[in-house]
Each structure stands twice: as structure tokens, then as C-alpha cells.
């Protein structure tokens, strides 16, 4: 599709606030003139809440993108709920203005062998909001295609809608787990992702849910949103001996550690399905292959919502997920996003999901001199 630009602000006046990863864990929060530009098929949008992710954290710690030897300032966010400020060309959405949305953060290419058959969570060519070289959503103003942005209920609370985007991710887990109902289920890893599926698996007719997780505080949470039971790791293999199978039917890996697998396949009873949708920090999984085989373990990984926004949306409008929002347990306003982002880190305070919220954008008094170009992967209008 070929692009169209034009300036949002015919004043010229870009400069916004942004959050900027200057470094490997060194975040700052600037007001700096960036371009914002939208084109045919897409929206402009504020953001009003963005939430921080295993992905953003994951990009926290590796640092900005290196762009010709140096250190390229990133703006991260890719989870979202914003207000439509303008629909560019082409967009059937105009009814859209003024509302809020979220969006899904990953755009597939609608090109390749995998969009053209209608896998477009496997598309090899996608731009993920928030992920180099596209920067994200931690900035008051920023344009994402139409056609991946929803309506969000009028009824419905920004903290909830926020949680649209990990759901959508946990349902796909959950389509994927081929769980039978009063089925025993493992999951491994008691984060925001693993406590939003403790909480769907019990709503779609899951028998017992172990939860998995080294801390207490945790694993605590785990039983508050309808776990059964929740054990360290190291009480796992023990516990689930006791179920009629000596293990569950599906265990699901959602941690970032390497070792995840190995509780996913240790805890799996013969013949069950394991689901890994964890992101290992050292990039390596470990499993015991014997155990695996002797097993016969069908092993599935799971890395992106197959299904639109909507179905997620949806889901949460039934209220079977009653007291999810509890699992939002920080909101910074944006100038504070380096504490968010500490705490994060440090997993202290019982933190589970923090958010950041975005202040209005405000027009500058004065146009700036110069103006930056935000995301530089795309072709300038010829
Ligand atoms: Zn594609």
C-alpha cells in the first residue's frame, strides 16, 4: 500500500513528551518535537493508559536498538488503550473519533504465505509497536493501522481494556492447550500472563489448576484468582503424583527462566500436551529429553494471539473474569516511568501489572526548529 503523509498539527507544533530507553535499564522522560504523521488506513491516536510488558522489559534490559555504532533513543509501549484524535484516508472508522480503542501491537504484512493463508500471527515480516525499529507507545501521540484497533466499551474501565491484548495471548494458550473439561492443568510461572490463565482456565471448565512459582507472594495470588493449589518448584513433580494420571493434562510454561520448561515436562502426565509461550531470559530451554519422550509429549509453543482483539474484548464484557483488574497493582503517571520500570525489575511491593498514564497532549507554544523523524524503517514519501 503506498503511504500517504500528511501533518497532523498544520501549526507544525510536534513536540510531545516521550519515554526514552537511552540505555541498557536507563530510562528517561523527554518533551522533544517528533514527527507524528498518519497515513491512509490508519489512526491517530492519544494514548490514555500503556502498560508495561514482558517484551518492554525484555527491551529494557538489552537496551535501545545500536544504529550505525550508536545508541539510537527507543520509545517502548506496545499494550495500550487510546482516544481516536484522526482517521487518515481509506479508514471506514470515522466513527471512531474522540473514542477509545485498543490495539493489537503486532501489523502483519498481509503479503507473505503465512497472511495470505490467514496465519498472520506467523507472519515473518511483521512491525511490532514498541519493538525497534517501530517505536511504541509511551508518547502522547502516535498512528496505528485502523483495521488492528478496537472499540472499547463505554462501560468498561481502561485498566480492564488494557488487559485485552495479554488475554488475547492467554486464550490463544488456552485454544491451543486441547483441554478436556475437568482436565488437570499445570502452569508454570505465576505473572500477570500466568495468573490471567489460572483465571480463564477455571471459567472455560478446568478441574484443577497447580500453579507453579518460587515466590510466595505469587504464589499466593495464584490461589486468590482460583488456582487450586500453588507449590515452589521443587514440590511440584511430588504434588501432582497425587492426581489420578501421576501428573496434568496440559502444563503451561509462562516464565521468563530456562527452567520452565523443565517443571512444564516433569509435571505432564503420559500423554499430555505441554504449551511454552515463556520467554527464557538466556534464550535456552531445558528439558529432560528421556522423560519427554518415554512421555510421548506433544510440545506446542505459543507466541502470538491468533485471533483479533475482539474475541478478547469480548470475553472480558461476560464478567466470568471477575476481579481481573485486580491484577494491575501499580499506576505511575508517565514522568515517572523510570520507577515503573525499576519496579518492574525488581518484582518488589507485590507488583503483578504496571501501568503508566499518559498525560494530554498539550500544543506547544512555539513551533520547534526541527523536527525528528520517529520511526526510520519507513520509506519516506516519495
Ligand atoms: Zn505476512
Known amino acids: ?88 484516508r481509506g479508514t471506514a472508522s470515522r466513527k471512531l473519533l474522540g473514542k477509545r480503542v485498543v490495539g493489537n501491537p503486532v ?20 512491525r511490532v509497536l514498541g519493538w525497534p525499529p517501530v517505536n511504541g507507545a509511551m508518547r502522547q501521540r502516535f498512528a496505528w493501522p485502523a483495521d488492528l484497533c478496537i472499540e472499547v ?69 495464584a490461589v486468590r484468582h482460583g488456582a487450586t493449589a500453588a507449590v515452589d518448584p521443587y514440590e511440584s513433580v511430588e504434588f501432582v503424583r497425587q492426581w ?4 496434568a493434562d ?8 530456562s527452567e520452565g520448561s523443565r517443571e512444564a515436562v516433569a509435571t505432564t502426565r503420559v500423554g499430555g500436551h505441554v504449551i511454552i509461550a515463556g520467554i527464557p531470559r538466556d534464550n535456552r530451554i531445558l528439558f529432560n529429553a528421556r522423560d519427554a519422550r518415554q512421555k510421548e509429549l506433544a510440545m506446542q509453543f505459543v507466541r502470538r494471539p491468533y485471533k483479533p482483539l475482539d474475541r478478547a474484548l469480548q470475553f472480558l464484557q461476560l464478567g466470568t473474569l471477575a ?13 515517572q516511568a523510570a520507577e515503573a520500570y525499576d519496579l518492574m525489575r525488581s518484582r518488589s511491593d507485590g507488583v503483578v501489572k504496571t501501568i503508566l498514564e499518559m498525560p494530554p497532549y498539550q500544543p506547544a507554544e512555539e513551533s520547534p526548529a526541527r523536527v525528528y523523524m520517529e520511526e526510520a524503517e519507513e520509506p519516506r514519501p516519495s
Not at 475437568?182 to 508454570?188: Q, S, W
Not at 476481579?323 to 514522568?335: A, D, K, N, R
Open 1 to 88: 500500500m503506498e503511504r500517504g503523509y500528511g501533518w497532523v498539527d498544520r501549526s507544525g507544533q510536534t513536540r510531545m513528551k516521550v519515554v526514552h530507553l537511552t540505555a541498557p535499564e536507563t530510562i528517561s522522560v523527554r518533551n522533544i518535537p517528533v514527527r507524528c504523521e498518519f497515513g491512509p488506513g490508519e489512526l491517530l491516536l492519544e494514548p490514555v493508559l500503556v502498560g508495561l510488558t514482558g517484551s518492554d522489559l525484555l527491551r529494557y534490559r538489552l537496551g535501545p536498538p545500536i544504529v550505525h555504532g550508536f545508541r539510537r533513543p527507543h520509545i517502548p509501549g506496545g499494550e495500550f488503550v487510546a482516544r481516536v484524535v484522526a482517521c487518515g
Open 107 to 126: 501489523c502483519p504484512c498481509m503479503k507473505c504465505e503465512w497472511c495470505l493463508e490467514g496465519n498472520r500471527h506467523q507472519c515473518p515480516n511483521v
Open 153 to 221: 466499551p463505554e462501560s468498561m474501565s481502561g485498566e480492564v481494556a488494557l488487559l485485552a491484548a495479554p488475554l488475547s495471548l492467554a486464550l490463544s494458550i488456552v485454544d491451543n492447550a486441547h483441554l478436556p473439561v475437568m482436565g488437570k492443568v499445570a502452569v508454570i510461572g505465576a505473572g500477570q500472563l500466568g495468573l490471567m490463565l489460572i483465571k480463564i482456565l477455571r471459567a472455560v471448565g478446568a478441574g484443577d489448576v497447580l500453579s507453579v512459582d518460587p515466590n510466595e507472594y505469587r504464589r499466593k495470588l
Open 244 to 247: 489420578p494420571r501421576k501428573g
Open 250 to 257: 496440559v502444563s503451561i510454561d509462562v516464565t521468563n527462566a
Open 323 to 335: 476481579g481481573i483488574e485486580e491484577l494491575v497493582t501499580h499506576t505511575f503517571p508517565m514522568e
